[in-house]
């Protein structure tokens, strides 16, 4: 049984970074796909970030290059490294895994994924 566990998530001052941390036990496999996902109160969760088996990376539009994915296989961790936070990024982080690869098309779809974390709370306050 996969299971997820993330870490990092705090509150910040807008402008600020946060790193999120997604560590992975139970049968793990480095072909993997893995995502990070955000859903803020009110909201329906979306899909942030991917990293999909064969290495492939899609970001959310809405991003604009502040957010950062990777993973280190040999210590079973996924990242998301967010910097320039806004009060819009306010939200519940939700780490995803699924086995096999992705395509980039469908790489942000929730319904791709088998396995998730409880999340970790980020607020950005301005």
């Known amino acids: 049984q996969v299971q997820l566990v993330e870490s990092g998530g705090g509150s910040v001052q807008a402008g600020g970074s946060l790193t999120l941390s997604c560590t992975i036990s139970?049968?793990?496999?480095?072909?993997?796909?893995m995502g990070w996902f955000r859903q803020a109160p009110g909201q329906e969760r979306e899909g942030v970030a991917s990293i999909s088996g064969n290495g492939g990376i899609r970001y959310a539009d809405s991003l604009e290059g502040r957010f950062t994915i990777s993973k280190d296989n040999a210590k079973n961790t996924l990242f998301l490294q967010m910097t320039s936070l806004k009060p819009e990024d306010t939200a519940k982080y939700f780490c995803?895994?699924?086995?096999?690869?992705?395509?980039?098309?469908?790489?942000?779809?929730?319904?791709?994924?088998?396995?998730w974390g409880q999340g970790t709370q980020v607020t950005v306050s301005s």
């Open positions: 995803a895994a699924t086995g096999g690869w992705l395509l980039a098309r469908s790489a942000l779809r929730e319904d791709q994924y088998n396995y």
């Open positions: 139970g049968s793990s496999h480095p072909s993997y796909s």
